[in-house]
T-cell receptor, first 113, second 111 residues
Framework: NAGVTQTPKFRVLKTGQSMTLLCAQDMNHEYMYWYRQDPGMGLRLIHYSVGEGTTAKGEVPDGYNVSRLKKQNFLLGLESAAPSQTSVYFC????????????FGPGTRLTVT | GENVEQHPSTLSVQEGDSAVIKCTYSDSASNYFPWYKQELGKRPQLIIDIRSNVGEKKDQRIAVTLNKTAKHFSLHITETQPEDSAVYFCAAGDAGNMLTFGGGTRLMVKP
């Protein structure tokens, strides 16, 4: 099992450009999450999904959109990147209910210039 | 919403000493308290968790204690080793499996 994977690993964008981060999991997890990690601020939830076709806002959703068309994939989109979105992005997944452990992907380091 | 405070932000100990990291939370509905370890450039990984019906849990050199009345929980690492050096995050979660993370503690174990 690959667990949770993310692509790409690194990306540099110019202000105003758009991009999509892909998260995939092969553990048949219902729940998936997108976090951003900034120095000294821990992990903050951007959006999450409790099942295929569903999404919901987390703590810091502004400037991001998500989609969960397939159970195993969760996409995070930046329509018009801003320097404030420079961060490390982590995807995670877990079983439904519980609460249960969240399994994290390896992260994507995004720099917006 | 939930708010989780974590202290200290940095902690330096000598190899073999104990390390204690403390967290407080605000929402009495939280019932799940995991601790994640993140090595430099790596993903966070769960090292131990505790649920609200338990006051203490131990796994070899790592233990976690929970005081629901005071809304605080702590991570204890005994006989620290250089490979324990990392950033540690506490979190508080609810039945819906949403986690709120603390700001992290950078632990440095000096040989």
């Amino acid at each position: 099992n690959a667990g949770v994977t993310q692509t790409p690993k690194f990306r540099v964008l110019k202000t105003g450009q758009s991009m999509t981060l892909l998260c995939a999991q092969d553990m048949n997890h219902e729940y998936m999450y997108w976090y951003r990690q900034d120095p000294g601020m821990g992990l903050r939830l951007i959006h999450y999904s409790v099942g295929e076709g569903t999404t919901a806002k987390g703590e810091v959703p502004d400037g991001y959109n998500v989609s969960r068309l397939k159970k195993q994939n969760f996409l995070l989109g930046l329509e018009s990147a801003a320097p404030s979105q420079t961060s490390v992005y982590f995807c995670a997944s877990s079983y439904r209910g519980g609460p249960y452990e969240q399994y994290f992907g390896p992260g994507t380091r995004l720099t917006v210039t | 919403g939930e708010n989780v405070e974590q202290h200290p932000s940095t902690l330096s100990v000598q190899e073999g000493d104990s390390a204690v990291i403390k967290c407080t939370y605000s929402d009495s509905a939280s019932n799940y308290f995991p601790w994640y370890k993140q090595e430099l450039g790596k993903r966070p990984q769960l090292i131990i968790d505790i649920r609200s019906n338990v006051g203490e849990k131990k796994d070899q050199r790592i233990a976690v204690t929970l005081n629901k009345t005071a809304k605080h929980f702590s991570l204890h690492i005994t006989e620290t080793q250089p490979e324990d050096s990392a950033v540690y995050f506490c979190a508080a979660g609810d039945a819906g499996n949403m986690l709120t993370f603390g700001g992290g503690t950078r632990l440095m174990v000096k040989p």
